[in-house]
């Protein structure tokens, strides 16, 4: 669970260091038009829900393995929880970022 909770946070971490040159220091981010832009915008959220989908099939796999276990629900719930705020976090990145648009 921590894993895909991990791979999402640094999705969005990468997602960030990439919105502006402040934040990379001297390097400028690379320049696109639109079309790209939204693409790879719609590949980093199907990215995002993959990630999604298989922590949410890791929670219950490994809450049906250990269904007696004294921690659970409590810990699938809990993993659940941070793979959301993980998950909202990436999708708010993904959406507000916008790399400049090349010159014409």
Same mark, same amino acid.
């Given at each position: 669970?921590?894993?895909?909770?991990?791979?999402?946070?640094?999705?969005?971490?990468?997602?960030?260091?990439?919105?502006?040159?402040?934040?990379?220091?001297?390097?400028?981010?690379?320049? %696109?038009?639109?079309? &790209?832009?939204? +693409?790879?915008?719609?590949?980093?959220?199907? /990215?995002?829900?993959? =990630?999604? !989908?298989?922590?949410?099939?890791?929670?219950?796999?490994?809450? %049906?393995?250990?269904? &007696?276990?004294? +921690?659970?629900?409590?810990?699938?719930?809990? /993993?659940?929880?941070? =793979?959301? !705020?993980?998950?909202?976090?990436?999708?708010?990145?993904?959406?507000?970022?916008?790399?400049?648009?090349?010159?014409?």
């Amino acid at each position: 669970m921590r894993a895909v909770a991990i791979t999402l946070a640094l999705t969005g971490a990468l997602a960030v260091a990439a919105t502006s040159t402040k934040e990379l220091g001297s390097v400028t981010p690379l320049c %696109m038009d639109r079309e &790209t832009r939204e +693409d790879l915008r719609t590949a980093m959220r199907a /990215g995002i829900d993959q =990630a999604m !989908r298989k922590q949410t099939q890791h929670m219950f796999e490994t809450w %049906m393995r250990e269904p &007696t276990a004294a +921690d659970q629900p409590e810990r699938a719930v809990s /993993g659940m929880r941070n =793979a959301v !705020r993980a998950y909202v976090g990436a999708r708010k990145v993904a959406n507000e970022w916008s790399p400049p648009l090349c010159a014409p």
